[in-house]
């Protein structure tokens, strides 16, 4: 439970600097944070202790939500892949 409230403070600090750098048209910086944040901290960190503690509820909506913020980086395969994890599509 401790794990997936930082996880949450973390997603929450690294949104903001990502519209924050798209506010300022730093696209580099903003992939850059998107990129550090699924694999420094969703993949590195937050999978291999979800493997370890068997506790996986979490998975899918973080994993959603990345998913929701990498898609204006990368709009053609985030769109794929949560209309077949998710069944909907993430711009309606």
Same mark, same amino acid.
């Given at each position: 439970? /401790? =794990?997936? /409230?930082? =996880? #949450?403070k973390k997603f929450n600090k690294s949104s903001k600097k990502i519209k924050k750098n798209i506010q300022e048209y730093r696209l580099d910086f903003a992939i850059n %944070?998107?990129?550090e944040f699924f694999w420094s901290k969703f993949c590195d960190i937050y *999978? %291999?202790?979800? #493997? !370890? &503690?068997?506790? &996986? !509820?979490? =998975?899918?909506?973080m994993?959603? #939500?990345i998913l929701v913020m990498m898609h204006p980086f990368a709009p053609f /395969? &985030?769109?794929e892949i949560h209309t077949l994890?998710? %069944? !909907?599509? *993430?711009i309606e």
């Open positions: 439970m /401790i =794990l997936i /409230i930082g =996880l #949450k %944070e998107v990129y *999978i %291999e202790e979800c #493997k !370890k &503690t068997s506790d &996986t !509820k979490n =998975l899918r909506p994993l959603q #939500k /395969i &985030t769109e994890l998710f %069944e !909907k599509q *993430i």
